[in-house]
């Protein structure tokens, strides 16, 4: 090896690296080609890599379609799978799938083309939502070169396949006309929301697919457009059971008037050309009725959609459907729904200021963000101010306004500062200008402004230990006392107690005694004597003077030396022994009697 390497190095002129690399290579024992592979690999050659289904249909039917990605993905799949199995079925009764053809009129139909043309309508009836049976999807020359036991087997093959087709993407969706739930697109429901919630059965989705496209736009709004079509359903209802009463007396023949409706039965082949827009005329007056009760709306003139039925129904029918769309309806529409009808029509604000008007102030917090970006806000707002009684929805919807820089009249700016408290006018200007304010948080926060700034008092905290102090000193000073006194008197009565059980009294003694008692008892009964002529004089000046003035009472109770309430409240209890009750009242600076003992004070006083 290292002579085959000289003279290469000897005939080739060869640079330094360039030689370095080939020594490298020699050294490197997994570099040396084993020369019996190569003999093997010779005598032996790879198979080649078995080749698709697809390559064997013809090229211009697989050219013609304009199909999306996840289309030309799921047919590929689906024809291979198929292929296998009518592959696998032809070898058991040893025929070959490559060489299946049919001999039609001047050339001859490859099976490749026809099952490929199969997995096409299987796909395209899935994604159009049409529930075509397998069968129906065979044509008549892949009957002709398959037995009917291997087309029993490929249509339990396709049946398992459509289980598992996938949902449509977005691109796919768009060339199908689908919804993002997977539904057909229809003028009355393009979102799919209202068939993907099953809302209506099937035959009432009849009656919808047989109308004809209108100008509308409530169709963006699923929740009253649900309410035009239950609408729409009954008004269709009242007059199929109108139709199916034999008694009733159309002025048309009925039978040609809802054929395409009601599946009746058509007698002659007559085709009334006025009668093809009943449908949509229905629908017209059950979307008016909704109209009619959303503020803002513009209403469709009634009379002329029933002047152009009455000439159709019978008297009694119209008088049912008059009966029907005459009864109030009852709509409780959220402010996402009534953001969406005023993108069909903006005059519906109205029905936002409504809104907001029912509700309080502390509801509204999780709509202030909404409000507060609407761009109709100086109106809605305004109404609200106008029409609302709630104080604080007021104040909300003027700060609302002040803070967009809307113009605010000048009552209202009065009717603000009296709300806000004159201490929280800097903390409301602050609200005003606070670029991150938490708008949820807001009617909180206005009550706060109400309320006055509550002013910080500091304690001295040495006094109050002093003060405190200083009273325990007082307190034990006093009970100090008291216990000697309490002590001093107890000695006092047990020293009585016992002179006088050691000693006798003299009976003459006790006389004396009991004189001396008895005169002191006339002395307090002449004392309480003198003291009642006393009321009764100041009482009987009173009464003959119809009362007295408080200033000349206070004097006079001053000259007896006691307050004037003292005094006030020692006369009430000397009446209240006589009249059960509070005869002497204060009144406009006077002391009265009341009116209702003044005449028994008189017969009392003059005896």
């Known amino acids: 090896m290292f002579e085959f390497v000289n003279k290469i190095f000897k005939n080739k002129q060869l640079t330094e690296e360039e030689k370095l690399s080939i020594i490298e290579l020699v050294n490197n024992e997994e570099s040396f080609i084993n020369p019996r592979e190569i003999i093997i690999e010779k005598s032996h050659p790879k198979k080649a890599a078995k080749e698709a289904w697809i390559s064997y249909v013809s090229p211009p039917l697989r050219m013609n379609d304009n199909f999306t990605r996840q289309v030309e993905e799921v047919m590929g799949a689906l024809f291979e799978s198929l292929c296998a199995v009518v592959d696998v079925e032809l070898r058991k009764k040893r025929k070959n799938i490559k060489n299946l053809k049919y001999e039609r009129y001047y050339y001859r139909v490859s099976v490749f083309d026809e099952i490929y043309r199969l997995s096409k309508e299987v796909v395209y009836s899935f994604y ?3 529930n075509t049976h397998v069968a129906n999807l065979f ?41 993002p739930f997977s539904t057909k697109i229809v003028w009355w429901d393009p979102s799919g929301m209202l068939r993907d919630k099953e809302i209506f059965d099937g035959t009432e989705r009849d009656y919808f697919n047989h109308l004809t496209r209108r100008v509308t736009r409530f169709t963006e709004v699923p929740a009253v457009m649900a309410l035009c079509l239950s609408k729409y359903v009954d008004i269709l209802q009242i007059v199929l059971r109108d139709l199916e009463d034999e008694s009733i007396k159309w002025k048309i023949k009925p039978n040609n008037y809802f054929r395409k409706y009601f599946h009746l039965p058509l007698n002659d082949g007559r085709v009334w050309a006025e009668t093809v827009r009943l449908p949509t005329d229905l629908y017209l007056l059950a979307e008016n009725t909704i109209r009619q009760e959303v503020e803002g709306l513009r209403v469709l003139p009634v009379e002329e959609s029933l002047q152009s039925l009455q ?28 953001a969406a009808l005023r993108n069909v029509n903006k005059t519906v604000w109205h029905e936002s200021a409504n809104l907001l008007i029912s509700r309080s102030a502390e509801q509204l917090s999780v709509l202030l963000e909404d409000v507060a970006k609407d761009p109709d806000l100086k109106k809605i707002a305004t109404k609200v101010i106008k029409q609302s009684e709630d104080s604080d929805k007021r104040i909300l919807f003027i700060f609302l306004m002040e803070r967009t820089a809307l ?28 670029p991150n304010l938490p708008i949820k948080s807001l009617p909180e926060l206005l009550k706060e402004c109400t309320q006055p700034i509550r002013r910080e008092i500091k304690l001295d905290t040495a006094l109050i ?81 119809n009362g007295i003035s408080l200033d000349d009472f206070k ?31 204060i009144s406009h600076q006077q002391v009265i009697i009341e009116e209702d003992f003044m005449e028994e004070m008189r017969d009392w006083i003059y005896g």
């Open 465 to 545: 230990t002093a003060s405190h102090s200083a009273l325990d000193n007082i307190i034990d000073m006093v009970d100090t006392y008291l216990r000697e006194e309490e002590t001093g008197e107890g000695l006092v009565s047990a020293v009585s107690l016992d002179i006088v059980a050691e000693t006798e009294i003299p009976p003459a003694v006790e006389q004396r005694e009991a004189e001396s008692l008895d005169s002191n008892i006339e002395e307090s009964e002449k004392q309480d004597s003198e003291q009642e002529p006393e009321h009764m004089r100041f009482l009987k000046q009173v009464v003959e003077g």
């Open 139 to 179: 044509s008549y020359d892949l009957k002709a070169m398959l037995s009917r036991d291997i087309q029993t087997i490929l249509a339990h093959e396709v049946d398992a396949c459509r289980e598992n087709l996938p949902i449509p993407d977005e691109e796919t969706r768009k060339q199908f006309g689908l919804t």
């Open 407 to 434: 113009p605010v009249s000048k009552a209202l700016q009065k009717e603000r500062d009296g709300f806000i408290h004159p201490t929280r006018q800097a903390d409301y200007q602050r609200l005003l200008a606070d």
């Open 311 to 338: 000439k159709y129904f019978p008297d009694e029918t119209f008088r049912k459907m008059q009966g029907y769309l005459s009864q109030k309806i009852e709509i409780e529409l959220d402010y996402q729904t009534i």
């Open 128 to 130: 159009r939502l049409e």
């Open 555 to 585: 004097e006079h109770a001053k000259n007896k030396g006691k307050l004037h309430q003292a005094y006030f409240t020692e006369l009430n209890e000397v009446l209240y022994e006589i009249f059960d009750d509070q005869v002497l009242v």
